[in-house]
């Protein structure tokens, strides 16, 4: 699979959980917990291929925009005032912009206040939501056994104090990333990165409309 796909596939079974939750299938919500994960993994490969010095603002303001649009239906749909996922990506994106911008000595400092900050605002998946992304971002090939030790610590820990067991599924994650195939990826069309953003707060709505109905 190239990227793409693999983007395509998160979306899919992001709207797969959605509908589970709805519908109180818990099955369907399983399928869910590799969507963020491969959405996260989407990202951090974005950032790699960054053009050297070029300002993050632009998606950052991107985020935050459909951020805002998707945030009454995201409550209305899930009965909850977390900030919803692209709030989640935006401050990611700020995390990594400082990481890369800090001295050596300073990363880990903007890490910690990366995942303190994700937690106190509230943002979807709290402080997961942050580290998830920067493991993903140091995936390199199928992962040396370090990293493999940090991936299931992070998602055990985030399906234990989060009280959502189903979130350890995460962890299986990476063996769908095994089939990436770097020499197949290719540059989204602008039809194709505008879809993605404009289709999150409409499904939202559509889903919310329906839980209201049923």
Known sequence: MNQNKIKWLALILMVIDHIGFVV???PMRIFGRFSFPLFAWVLAQNWKRRKPNSSAKPLITRLVLF?????????????????????????????????????????????????V??????????????????????????GNQMWWISWILINT????????FLQVFAILTPLILAYH?????????????????????????GLAALKTII
């Open 24 to 26: 109180e299938a818990e």
């Open 67 to 115: 951020g805002i649009i998707s945030q009454i239906p995201y409550i209305i749909l899930f009965n909850k005032l977390n900030l919803n996922i692209l709030i989640s990506f935006a401050l990611v994106v700020i995390t990594f912009t400082q990481i890369h911008k800090a001295q050596a000595n300073r990363k880990i400092v903007i890490v910690i206040l990366g995942l």
């Open 117 to 142: 900050a994700a937690q106190l605002w509230g943002v979807d998946y709290g402080w997961y939501a942050v580290a998830c992304p920067l493991l993903m971002l140091n995936l390199k090939g199928k």
């Open 157 to 164: 820990i985030y399906a234990a104090t989060s009280g959502y």
């Open 181 to 205: 195939s770097p020499a197949k990826d290719r540059k989204p069309t602008a039809i194709e990165k505008k879809f993605f953003y404009y289709f999150y707060p409409i499904h939202l709505a």
